[in-house]
């Protein structure tokens, strides 16, 4: 899998990204904690233990397939997605 760091990331344009992906992405905060962005409970649960005002503080996401870490990347990087 590959790995990319977040900061500072608006959660809302965040989740509608991670509607795209294709594969498996983990989130894993600074704690350890491991938590799987494509299981809607587990997103609403884990990314509620690391906001801060309405964004995520900071986090490593995890990607199975290189397509979706552009994807996520990209966001994090540019806040945009790539259709825009």
Excluded: P
């Excluded at 900071?58 to 996520?72: H, V």
Aim: hydrophobic share 35%.
């Amino acid at each position: 899998m590959r790995k990319f760091e977040i900061h500072e990331l608006d959660l809302a344009g965040f989740v509608n990204e991670l509607k795209n992906c294709k594969g498996a992405v983990w989130l894993t905060t600074e704690e350890g904690d491991k938590i799987n962005l494509q299981s809607a409970l587990s997103r609403i649960i884990g990314i509620m233990n690391i906001i801060e005002g309405g964004k995520l503080s900071r986090a490593t996401i995890e990607c199975e397939l290189l397509e979706d870490e552009s994807r996520l990347f990209r966001y994090n990087l540019y806040g945009k997605s790539q259709t825009e």
